[in-house]
T-cell receptor
Framework: GAGVSQSPSNKVTEKGKDVELRCDPI?????LYWYRQSLGQGLEFLIY????????KSGLPSDRFSAERTGGSVSTLTIQRTQQEDSAVYLC?????????????FGPGTRLLVL | AQSVTQLGSHVSVSEGALVLLRCNYS??????LFWYVQYPNQGLQLLLK??????LVKGINGFEAEFKKSETSFHLTKPSAHMSDAAEYFC????????????FGKGTKLSVKP
């Protein structure tokens, strides 16, 4: 079956511009996660959605970052007024349900470069 | 709080040699542990996971890992390396709580020499 998909695969933007990154989770998966992978910080958790519940935003690095999940499916991560330190690979993952034991399935990521 | 330490950012082995990638964890609750592999320009793929059912966990591609509570370790091994095993490997612990976000180690890049 189809895995997690993300778009765009690559994004180059200028400092100060807003960007939107999209994630399509595996059909039927209720939990969705965003992570950021950068050279200096490794893999960091950003935000978590479970069904239609309010998201867990505890990992977002600043208020320039926000995310939404419409209809319990597709999610969009928005970065406003991008900075060079936002350059990273943004990974989305989904799992069948929430919980420590659940396997998370990752998308291929969006590689963001802020000039 | 949960954390993971991977010893060695780069490991190089010869084809056919034993692969050993080290992972130590810190957790205030019984941990759930994962190994993921990342090939260049791809996302992460689950190799195996420990969820307390058995301490020796077998995964895909001939990999296995042993959970040792006394050593707080979850090292990844493979008896014989293949060229196709060259990738970056991440150990992760579940963050605890109901949301289950993963806390990753810094990763170990495995090179396989012919």
């Amino acid at each position: 079956g189809a895995g997690v998909s993300q778009s765009p695969s690559n994004k180059v933007t200028e400092k100060g511009k807003d960007v939107e990154l999209r994630c399509d989770p595996i059909s039927g998966h209720t939990a969705l996660y965003w992570y950021r992978q950068s050279l200096g910080q490794g893999l960091e958790f950003l935000i978590y959605f479970q069904g239609n519940s309010a998201p867990d935003k505890s990992g977002l690095p600043s208020d320039r970052f926000s995310a939404e999940r419409t209809g319990g499916s597709v999610s969009t991560l928005t970065i406003q007024r991008t900075q060079q330190e936002d350059s990273a690979v943004y990974l989305c993952a989904s799992s069948l349900d929430r919980g420590d034991q659940e396997t998370q399935y990752f998308g291929p990521g969006t590689r963001l470069l802020v000039l | 709080a949960q954390s993971v330490t991977q010893l060695g950012s780069h490991v190089s082995v010869s084809e056919g040699a034993l692969v050993l990638l080290r992972c130590n964890y810190s957790s205030s609750v019984p941990p759930y542990l994962f190994w993921y592999v990342q090939y260049p320009n791809q996302g992460l793929q689950l190799l195996l996971k420990y969820t307390s059912a058995a301490t020796l966990v077998k995964g895909i591609n001939g990999f296995e890992a042993e959970f040792k509570k006394s050593e707080t370790s979850f090292h990844l091994t493979k008896p014989s390396a293949h060229m196709s095993d060259a990738a970056e490997y991440f150990c992760a612990v579940s963050g605890g709580g109901s949301q289950g976000n993963l806390i990753f180690g810094k990763g170990t890049k495995l090179s396989v020499k012919p």
